[in-house]
């Protein structure tokens, strides 16, 4: 369980980012984190994995408060995975298997178990056949699969994804979903950003609602889609399909198919 | 460099015509260099920080930016002000400390007054102001595309590293030298690409296009 | 490979963090202002040479100009990446020996000089009074060593891994030893002249820039079968 | 009226990007292509805009043929604008304004003349308050937009969108077809790529679907949506709504307005 507790953030040039984020992350949710560009997604995202200090607030995990030094943040870091929006930089290493493995091998794992978590998070992510390629020979979808394949080769409790499906196509998509879902068989916390929030519907238990740096919504979709929302955001296509049906699909099929039924029988 | 960069920007006098800057600032500099006297340092540095005041840069930033030369100039004049005399025997006398004086002192004042141009003068209008100096325009192309180059390789260096930060690897110099051959690498594959939008905007010529206001004139 | 020039890289980097950057670059208002201009007017020749040879490389490819462009800007992000600082350090512009044998000595001096212009308005490191000096050490001398040693080598049938680290190597001792002596002729000892002062500039660097040399070379040597590979 | 006449395009590697595309772009009109990453929407748009040659077949205007020589390149070329999915590719001048001015006087335009252009194209988009701001300096919606008024200021007939939506927030995405809109208006031709059928729905009058390299479909949505589509692709939302209750809303707002109002009237 990650507690934020009033976490301001300024930039050195007195911007806020960040405006008193109280909130609690529990293990094994699924969260989509929605807001507009400039909302702070990000900057939340640089608090939660300690790329950033909080200017004011504390941040702790299972009550222990996060210091902040080397060997801390070490310890969180291996514990929460980021995976960065482009995957372009990420990927820095000569081949994917030395890329998956990078993580691993920093930890001061043998080779032979990077290797092993390596080849498991790869055929978890769907790009084993790919190991030997580099990553420029990639396509987006690949090169985004690896990237999270070198976040869950060390194995970390919380994922974190920053706007995971942006310039993916449908069928991609479709196979990120799957993903996250496969990290929550496991277990896992995933908290993802995105834009697109029928995506989200897709897979989040949980939505966190950023506006101009302040958390406006952390709650569960039926009840943060039933009050008005920031004006830049929409409401899921499939939450308001199931609303006017009476029932609660989350895919477009799904809702589709639920549409249709109701419009015949009536 | 990011921050020099934002500072000069959001000052005060980013809109000012740099020729007027200049017309501050470089006389400074020059003032600096000839009158070499603990006095003249004191003048300047007193001209220039007002200047970098008046432009509404912050203070302390400026401070912060004199400090590193002042490190490096106190290493720099000490072989002025001592020199070997023999075997491990150091001899200095009054000229020679004089001049590591004047020297020390020299270098500082012109840094203050370079570094207040530099907070108050965007890069953009150092390009226009070459243009104006009928520097030659492949030159001023040449520097415009790097400048611009400049900030996309750093935004990726900041990727790389955050990258590798987030995968336990540890800061330092491997960190660097990963990144910089990555970048290396990246860029190379999108040149591709680049040379595509070149042609598509037909050519790379750079050609000044700003305007700028003044200190005294009031804009039309 | 790869991983061969990440490791050269780092020790690169490790060795050039223990170099006074003063006395590669000299600073802002550092030399006396009849020096300052004597460095200049040397200096601006040799770029109007280059920029000579840069214009006919543009006009029979125009697509060398985004080329250029992008060597410089990674020659600049190199030498600042090193320490995350207001100023930002290290001062050695990598890759000079690179640059001559790719691009010709006298395309080096724009872009080196180029580079020397943003490392003192950007980071605010070196100077523009003094850029003349430092332009003719680092982009003049040094580039135009590297071609001589860089030619000579190759008509001697020297494989081209191992001329780039002569290359490199002279490329690197050459700027130094002539940074050594623009200050040693600006500030002459008391006792010894101009000859015991450059030993004395010459001397506090002598251990890191010999080793720095080495490393370049090999640095390199290591980048030129890595790109003639590719 | 441009016409692509069994445009062939084989890569160096020997694949083949495109195979036999037939098909007439009518002016004034708004395109969207879909298809999943690899089908060939970039290499499409590449030969629209000179910057490859076909490996077979030729590319017309009004039956003039594209010779591929320079002069006739620059003139195809200032007639057709393509915006990269990359902005930062595009953006090179040091500020904004001289990056959106830069088109226009490299045409050889007075600087008074580009400057209006460059104004104008500025308020278009939106980005005039940025005019003096450095490119990096800008978010990413705004760097797009910033691409977008760099290729309007040159004033072409046909302006070609790479993907313009990725990466951009609702409200940014809302700006970007109220953007096309404006195009169209002043009866520019306008093609986008997407991976987002729902995006491409609220603004698109025909759709060419490419899978596989082949131009599988181009015709109106009525016809395109109602036979069956390659696996990857959906279906709009608001498509399925109106035919499901009789009506051709385009936005999400009015599917779900006639969606509400056909279920309370049964």
């Not at chain 1, 043998?110 to 084993?128: F, H, L, V, W």
């Not at chain 2, 790389?160 to 330092?172: C, D, E, K, N, Y």
């Not at chain 3, 003049?140 to 190597?169: D, E, I, Q, S």
Request: hydrophobic residues 50%; positive net charge; contains cysteine.
């Amino acid at each position: 369980m990650i507690e934020l507790k009033s976490i301001c953030s300024v930039y050195p040039d007195g911007t806020e980012a960040l405006k008193q984020i109280n909130t609690t992350i529990k293990s094994g949710v699924k969260i989509a984190v929605l807001g507009e560009s400039g909302s702070g997604k990000s900057t939340l995202f640089h608090h939660l994995t300690g790329l950033m200090q909080p200017t004011a607030g504390a941040i702790s995990w299972d009550g222990k408060e996060l210091t902040y030094k080397r060997k801390h943040l070490q310890k969180w870091r291996r514990r929460i995975g980021f995976v960065m929006q482009n995957p372009d930089m990420q990927l820095f290493a000569p081949t994917i298997e030395e890329d998956v493995m990078y993580g691993p091998l920093q930890l001061g794992w043998t080779k032979e178990s990077a290797r092993i978590a390596a080849t498991e998070a790869m055929k978890a992510c769907g790009i084993d056949h790919l190991r030997h390629k580099p990553p420029h020979a990639l396509s987006a979808g690949e090169k985004k699969r690896a990237a999270i394949a070198g976040v869950a080769a060390m194995n970390p409790d919380v994922f974190v994804l920053d706007e995971p499906e942006a310039g993916l196509d449908p069928a991609n998509v479709q196979k990120l979903v799957a993903l996250i879902n496969t990290f929550h068989q496991r277990g896992k916390t995933v908290i993802a950003s995105t834009h697109h929030v029928d995506f989200a519907y897709e897979w989040a238990d949980e939505y966190m609602i950023l506006n101009e740096g302040s958390l406006v919504k952390h709650d569960r979709p039926s009840v943060v889609f039933s009050e008005p929302l920031p004006s830049a955001l929409d409401i899921p296509w499939a939450f308001e399909i199931g609303r006017l049906c009476g029932e609660t699909p989350l895919t477009k099929k799904d809702a589709l198919c639920i549409l249709r039924q109701t419009m015949t029988k009536m | 460099m990011n921050v020099l960069n934002r500072a000069a920007y959001n000052s005060r006098f980013a809109r000012i015509h740099p020729a007027e800057k200049a017309a501050i600032c470089l006389p400074m500099l020059f003032l600096s260099l000839i009158w070499r006297d603990p006095a003249a340092t004191f003048f300047v540095v007193i001209m220039a920080s007002m200047f970098v005041f008046w432009g509404g840069v912050s203070l302390i930033l400026y401070i912060r930016l004199l400090l590193a030369p002042a490190a490096f100039i106190l290493a720099g004049v000490l072989p002025i002000a001592f020199s070997f005399e023999g075997w491990l025997s150091i001899y200095a006398n009054k000229e020679s400390i004089q001049e590591a004086v004047t020297t020390a002192c020299a270098a500082f004042a012109s840094a203050a007054s370079l570094y207040a141009f530099i907070l108050t003068t965007p890069f953009t209008q150092i390009i226009w102001l070459m243009n104006v100096c009928k520097l030659p325009s492949l030159f001023i192309e040449i520097v415009a595309l790097v400048y611009r180059f400049i900030f996309q390789l750093w935004e990726k260096k900041s990727e790389v590293i955050m990258a590798q930060t987030l995968r336990s690897g540890r800061p330092g110099i491997q960190m660097a030298a990963r990144a910089a051959v990555h970048i290396f690498t990246s860029t190379l594959m999108e040149m591709n690409e680049r040379q595509h939008a070149v042609d598509l905007r037909g050519g790379l010529d750079y050609i000044p296009s700003s305007e700028w206001q003044s200190f005294w004139r009031k804009k039309k | 490979m790869n991983k061969l020039i990440i490791l050269l890289l780092a020790v690169f980097f490790w060795l050039n963090s223990y170099t006074e950057p003063a006395a590669m670059h000299i600073m802002e208002g550092f030399l006396p202002i009849g020096w300052a201009v004597f460095w200049w007017i040397v200096t601006i020749p040799f770029f109007l040479w280059g920029l000579k040879t840069l214009k006919k490389a543009v006009d029979e490819n125009p697509e060398a100009k985004l080329m250029i462009g992008f060597a410089g800007a990674f020659a600049f992000v190199l030498s600042a990446l090193k320490i995350p600082s207001v100023t930002g350090s290290s001062s050695h512009p990598v890759g000079t020996a690179l640059g001559t044998m790719m691009f010709g000595p006298a395309a080096m001096t724009v872009l080196g000089m180029i580079v020397l212009l943003f490392q003192a308005l950007l980071l605010a490191h070196g100077g523009i009074t003094t850029l003349g000096a430092n332009a003719f050490s680092m982009a003049v001398a040094g580039p135009f060593a590297a071609y001589a040693v860089y030619r000579m080598l190759k008509k001697a049938g020297m494989k081209a891994g191992t001329n780039a680290f002569f290359t490199a190597f002279v490329a690197n001792i050459v700027t130094y030893t002539v940074t050594s002596l623009q200050l040693a002729l600006a500030f002459p000892s008391e006792t010894g002249g101009v000859y015991a002062s450059f030993l004395e500039f010459a001397g506090i660097f002598a251990v890191t820039q010999v080793s720095l040399a080495v490393c370049e070379g090999l640095l390199t040597a290591a980048a030129v079968n890595w790109l003639e590979k590719h």
